[in-house]
């Protein structure tokens, strides 16, 4: 029973020409979001007393609880399969629809989308991580004489406007008991003055239905001595004390008003319209709100902040000022330089950025950083706005993205031109104080923190120290200050380092990929057996081409545009999968058409091992370099931001071209697969039937198994032999451990239904089926299977050889014991046999001659119709499947290079660039010195 051989113009890629086929059980994993919760907050119970220590207690925060790791998995994951552990249906169902009542009024009151917010509503919802939300102690002691305070639970987006109302049910009051809008939200800051340490208010400020008292009392700090708590008065009697200023004098008035729009922008409420009309919250500019063209005209008297002289004049065409703006230039030097001072002074516990150079005239200076992530771009650019606004126009809605941490990062919004410390910024990277960012061609800004600890190191983007005086100076690059034989030094120790690297520009990519495709194919005929790790085996290539082709997707990822490594990696999956076709069409050239010039002309197994030897090379190197493959994948999946206005079209485009690629790559390791198991099983088809037909005590003494193969019997010697062959050249590829496990536990398959259905198929006419030749047969796979366990294969062989090692097992049984038992008794004994098989067996078991079989031996009535339709042969299409492997890998990105062949390879290749590098020059450029490297 020959394979079927190949018919005229069949394919010879990703398939098998016998009735033998292979599928691949590579499960994909998706990628899922855990979803955060805040732990349900307690309830606050109100205090009686009224002192100045509480009343400057006003917001009592209580710490998120810790959420669990997000896992990004794609379809794509090819190595990433685990089986389905941790959560199960009941843990979903309880994460979706929450435990408590009080977890979805919290889940509500976490970041709500408050009224007349137009960047929320426009949003769709809040931005950002949600933050954890506060208890706000709202005094009433206006609304009757001996009220105390009443908790509410606030957010920093929480108005007064909506905490006002949940202050007012909390004392019974609800909005429609009195007139609309009788009570106001008051903001009073007072010290502990009165008998009995009773407090008392010195200033009150009425707050704007939009303003958002969490974010004032975070930004503006009462002096000391003074604390601040927030009170319910009636709006009567707020107008009657606003009106009541009117008679103060024209200093002290504007001072108060000023004080009223600062407090007032802080917290995000609409400033007067005089005074500031476009009306930003504090988390888009400090200055922007407090720096206008109209104050800095009233303080053109004034010395500048950073101690010079007075500022010009103003024309004597300028327009005549108001009289309050007159009043307020009438005012002393002195306080109107405080008041300056404190206007520009940064806070201090939040990062911000300092604008050092903008578009417009009146960009402002200072831009706090108070989100967990923060938007940078361009301001009226429609759709929702960034959380810092500019002016420039080649900005785009949205820039670049800062996230708050330890460090912070920033990462460029896609087709975003940014600077980091003067260099192109490409991806995420970490954003330390002192750095500089610059946005387009016209905005740069400075990067600060104040709650760092260490003061910032020298900042990078300082110009380095002027090179030495004389002549090596005077030859130094004006870049980097080296001589001309530092850089050469400093080229040759980059040349040959052990680090994993591998520069190249784009120019010279195509040429450097087919040098390391080809080096499986130019070192086929070298087959010396070589050391475990790098590339020690299979002629000093081993992993090679994966290592390599790893380094350059490291480097594409590292400093080329994000665009480039999906090209990339889809253009060495087909450079492997063409170079893998070349090797199988040469394989193929080389087999005889004739099915009786195969027979005659069968090639030995050495033959065999030297032709699949590349293929081998490449089934390891595809493997390590789809792990490679996978990892960078994964990195760049971590960019994708769906909740940051759905996910980036181009983002997802690049990972759709990785996963094709990484298809592709997956299809070159099953192809290379079936095409080694395919010539490995047709030279051991004619091998296996030895295993039957040999006599091991034909030689002198008594047969036992051997390390190598001549101490065995003549038969086992031709089928021991292709397994010794597929073990050494598993090995010196260095095939990875689990596809060297899956190809024998394939080639074991094969030889157990092999040799099981040459023996159901000669045991009726042959006398295969009696204890005599059953006795060698049972000796043969004993030897076979003592040779596979000191061969480290043992537990796979005995898998797979049950069936074969049953049979021969029954048939050595003594004819006495056999002939007494009963057919459940050797369905029991024999599981592994159908009923049909071992009918098949004991109808034509030869007890002696003339000897019936026994009665014993007969099937039940109910099991005679299963027998009949049953077959006795085994079926080749259930044969295992491939798995991926997961782990157990042997190239580890990011490790200093430790194999002299991997490093051998590596200083070739950078050789081998820097030719191609001097030969793009002209003839004056190129350098008067080449490079050396281990040979």
């Known amino acids: 029973m020959f394979p079927e051989e190949r018919k005229e113009g069949s394919p010879r890629f990703g398939k098998l ?17 855990m979803s955060r919760r805040w732990p349900s907050v307690g309830s606050v119970k109100s205090t009686s007393s009224d002192t100045a220590s509480r009343g400057s207690e006003t917001v009592e925060l209580r710490p998120p609880g810790k959420g669990k790791a997000a896992r990004h998995k794609r379809l794509s994951h090819l190595f990433h399969r685990g089986g389905g552990g941790g959560g199960g249906a009941g843990g979903a169902a309880a994460a979706g629809g929450g435990r408590w009542a009080s977890e979805k009024k919290l889940a509500e009151l976490a970041d709500p989308a408050p009224e007349g917010d137009p960047a929320a509503a426009a949003e769709g919802g809040p931005r950002g991580p949600r933050q954890p939300p506060g208890i706000l102690k709202i005094f009433g002691g206006d609304l009757w004489r001996g009220a105390n305070y009443k908790s509410v639970l606030a957010t920093p987006r929480s108005t007064a406007r909506q905490l006002l109302r949940e202050a007012l049910e909390r004392y019974g009051l609800p909005p429609e008991a009195g007139p609309p809008g009788a009570f106001v939200l008051c903001d009073a800051v007072g010290r502990a003055a009165g008998p009995g340490g009773a407090w008392q208010a010195e200033h009150l400020r009425p707050l704007g239905d939009a303003e958002r008292p969490l974010v004032l009392q975070d930004v503006w700090k009462p002096k000391a001595g003074c604390s601040r708590r927030f009170e319910i008065r009636r709006r009567q009697e707020v107008e009657r004390a606003a009106e009541a200023d009117d008679d103060e004098p024209p200093g002290e008035a504007q001072a108060r008003r000023a004080q009223r729009s600062r407090s007032r922008a802080a917290s995000g409420g609409p ?32 010395l500048s902040v950073a101690g010079g002289d007075a500022g010009p004049p103003l024309a004597a065409d300028a327009p005549e000022e108001p009289p309050a703006e007159a009043a307020a230039a009438e005012e002393p030097p002195e306080a109107l330089e405080q008041l300056a001072q404190s206007l520009l002074r940064p806070p201090g516990r939040h990062p911000y950025f300092l604008l050092l150079q903008g578009y417009g005239p009146q960009e402002p200076v200072l831009h706090v950083v108070t989100r967990a992530r923060h938007v940078l771009g361009r301001r009226g650019a429609g759709g929702p706005p960034p959380d810092t606004a500019l002016e420039a126009p080649d900005l785009l809605p949205r820039h670049c993205v800062v996230r708050a941490g330890e460090p912070a990062l920033v990462r460029p919004c896609r087709g975003a031109a940014v600077t980091h410390n003067g260099a192109p910024l490409l991806r995420q990277a970490p954003l330390a104080p002192g750095d500089l960012l610059g946005l387009g061609q016209h905005v740069l800004l400075l990067y600060r923190d104040p709650r ?43 040349a040959q380092s052990r680090r994993p690297e591998l520069r190249f520009r784009p120019q010279e990519e195509e040429a450097l990929l087919r040098e390391i495709v080809r080096l499986p194919s130019s070192s ?21 081409p994966a290592f390599l082709l790893g380094l350059c997707l490291e480097h594409a990822a590292r400093a080329l545009p994000p665009d480039h490594l999906p090209a990339l990696l889809a253009r060495v999956a087909r450079l492997v999968k063409e170079a893998v076709w070349e090797e199988i069409k040469e394989i193929g050239d080389r087999q005889p058409e004739n099915p009786q010039e195969a027979a005659a002309e069968a090639p ?30 994964l990195e760049l999946e971590r960019e994708l931001e769906p909740d940051l206005d759905g996910p980036d079209p181009l983002l997802a485009g690049d990972l759709e071209a990785c996963d094709e690629a990484l298809a592709v790559l997956d299809e070159v390791i099953m192809s290379t697969f079936q095409q080694c198991v395919y010539y490995l099983t047709k030279t051991l088809y004619a091998a296996l039937p030895a295993l039957l037909e040999s006599d091991p005590f034909a030689g002198p003494g008594e047969p036992r198994a051997a390390a190598g193969l001549d101490g065995l019997p003549e038969g086992l010697r031709p089928a021991l032999a292709v397994y010794a062959a597929a073990l050494e050249l598993g090995r010196d590829c260095q095939l990875h451990p689990a596809l060297v496990s899956q190809t024998f536990g394939y080639l074991f398959f094969f030889s157990n239904a092999s040799l099981f259905n040459t023996l159901m198929e000669r045991g009726s006419a042959a006398p295969f089926f009696q204890w005599s030749r059953a006795v060698r047969i049972r ?72 000897q019936p079989c026994p009665e014993g031996w007969s099937p039940p009535a109910e099991e005679r119709e299963q027998i009949a339709a049953g077959d006795i042969f085994e079926s080749f299409t259930e044969h295992p499947p491939l798995l991926l492997p997961a782990e157990g890998f ?46």
């Not at 983007?461 to 030495?468: I, Q, S, Y």
């Not at 042997?890 to 820097?914: I, N, Y």
């Open 271 to 302: 400033a007067p319209p005089k005074e500031r009309a476009d009306n930003l919250s504090l988390r888009r500019s400090i200055s922007d709100m407090n720096l206008s063209a109209k104050k800095r005209r009233e303080r053109k008297s004034v």
């Open 779 to 850: 000796t043969n796979l004993d030897l076979v299977l003592d040779w596979l366990q000191a061969a480290g294969l043992g537990d796979i062989a005995a898998e797979f050889f049950r069936k074969l090692s049953a049979t021969a097992n029954l048939l050595c049984t003594p004819r006495s014991s056999l002939s007494q038992a009963t057919w459940a008794r050797l369905r029991a004994e024999y599981p592994a046999l159908t009923p049909a098989q071992l009918h098949h067996v004991l109808s034509h078991y030869q007890l002696g001659p003339g």
């Open 604 to 633: 030995g197994v050495a033959e065999v091992a030297a032709e699949l030897r590349p293929l081998v090379l490449w089934l390891a190197n595809a493997t390590e370099l789809l792990n490679l493959a996978q990892g960078r994948v």
């Open 890 to 935: 042997r190239l580890r990105p990011g490790e200093a290079v430790s194999d002299e062949g991997l490093h051998r390879h590596l200083c070739r290749l950078r050789r081998f660039l820097w030719e191609l590098e001097q030969g793009s020059l002209p003839a004056n450029q190129r350098a008067a010195y080449g490079l050396e490297g281990p040979a």
């Open 452 to 494: 760092a600890a260490a003061p910032p190191p020298r900042p990078p983007w300082l110009p380095p120290a002027a090179p030495a005086p004389g002549l090596a100076g005077a030859l130094g690059c004006p870049g980097c200050g080296r001589s001309p034989q530092e850089r050469l030094e400093a080229l040759r120790a980059y």
């Open 524 to 544: 086929s005929s070298s087959c010396s057996a070589g050391a475990g790790g790098g590339a020690g085996g299979a002629g000093g290539v081993g992993l090679a």
């Open 17 to 33: 020409h016998f009735p033998v086929g292979l599928w691949i059980n590579s499960p994909k994993k998706r990628l899922a979001k």
